[in-house]
């Protein structure tokens, strides 16, 4: 068990399970941990181009306060992760990352709210950002809350792309019915050529202002339409 003892002692605190950053492939596995309490706080979210250098320290990054991928692709197996709060990714979050997440409880985790701004947060359970590529196979995703404004409940997929199959998705988006506009109480598909695959996969009982289960967009300044599909899904 790996207790990140979210701190009492103020919002410059961060405390995390696990960082991977030094281009670790699936090979590297992270298998059968509990990660509990993560905490990164802040609302400042990196726009950064991943096909070069990250160009920051991205330690302190308000991005999967479980578990945070940057530009890597570990294999994670049967993991617990539950009650970690950040702004993108709670439970798990990336950066033009590959993981491979298999057999994993996402659950308890908070987005959104612990930054100056008070703003919106990104994914409760696995957030997605700057080209990643992830696959989620057979995960229970579920009582993961948002903040006010918020984007993807259970999983927030933005200018990436995710196969996501055989997992329960269930619970997640706003605590109350009608709690502030929230887009995509379970999944939020959005950005440029976003990719969005669920399958098998049972979606149920997530709470949102739009798309309780599922909502995708398409912006204006995009320039290539987020796509979705939904294939033998309840």
Same mark, same amino acid.
């Given at each position: 068990?790996?207790?990140?003892?979210?701190?009492?002692?103020?919002?410059?605190?961060?405390?995390?399970?696990?960082?991977?950053?030094?281009?670790?492939?699936?090979?590297?596995?992270?298998?059968?941990? =509990?990660? &509990?309490?993560?905490?990164?706080?802040?609302?400042?979210?990196?726009?950064?181009?991943?096909?070069?250098?990250?160009?920051?320290?991205?330690?302190?990054?308000?991005?999967?306060?479980?578990?945070?991928?940057?530009?890597?692709?570990?294999?994670?197996?049967?993991?617990?992760? &539950?009650?970690?709060?950040?702004?993108? #990714?709670?439970?798990?979050?990336?950066?033009?990352?590959?993981?491979? &997440? =298999?057999?994993?409880?996402?659950?308890?985790?908070?987005?959104? #709210?612990? *930054? #100056?701004?008070?703003? !919106?947060?990104?994914?409760? *359970?696995?957030? /997605?950002?700057?080209?990643?590529?992830?696959?989620?196979?057979?995960?229970?995703?579920?009582?993961?809350?948002?903040?006010?404004?918020?984007?993807? *409940?259970?999983?927030?997929?933005? !200018?990436?792309?995710?196969?996501?199959?055989?997992?329960?998705?269930?619970?997640?988006?706003?605590?109350?019915?009608?709690?502030?506009?929230?887009?995509? #109480?379970?999944? @939020?598909?959005?950005?440029? @050529?976003?990719? /969005?695959?669920?399958?098998?996969?049972?979606?149920?009982?997530?709470?949102?202002?739009?798309?309780?289960? /599922?909502?995708?967009? +398409?912006?204006?300044?995009?320039?290539?339409?987020? +796509?979705?599909?939904?294939?033998?899904?309840?």
């Amino acid at each position: 068990v790996i207790d990140c003892e979210d701190p009492t002692e103020g919002p410059d605190s961060f405390h995390r399970g696990f960082y991977f950053h030094s281009g670790e492939t699936h090979r590297s596995v992270l298998k059968g941990f =509990t990660i &509990i309490n993560g905490y990164l706080p802040g609302s400042n979210i990196p726009k950064l181009d991943p096909d070069s250098g990250m160009g920051s320290d991205m330690r302190k990054a308000p991005i999967g306060a479980g578990i945070f991928c940057e530009k890597s692709g570990p294999s994670i197996i049967n993991c617990h992760i &539950i009650k970690c709060k950040a702004e993108v #990714g709670a439970g798990i979050g990336c950066i033009a990352g590959t993981p491979i &997440i =298999t057999d994993c409880v996402i659950t308890g985790c908070d987005v959104g #709210g612990y *930054g #100056g701004s008070r703003s !919106g947060g990104f994914g409760g *359970g696995i957030g /997605l950002l700057h080209k990643s590529e992830a696959a989620i196979i057979n995960c229970m995703i579920t009582k993961n809350s948002t903040y006010w404004n918020s984007l993807g *409940g259970g999983i927030y997929c933005f !200018g990436s792309s995710a196969k996501v199959i055989s997992c329960h998705i269930l619970n997640n988006g706003a605590v109350n019915e009608g709690d502030g506009n929230v887009n995509g #109480g379970g999944v @939020y598909c959005g950005g440029r @050529y976003a990719r /969005l695959n669920l399958e098998n996969c049972i979606i149920s009982k997530n709470i949102a202002h739009v798309g309780a289960g /599922l909502y995708c967009e +398409q912006g204006e300044n995009w320039n290539g339409d987020a +796509q979705s599909e939904v294939p033998h899904c309840i």
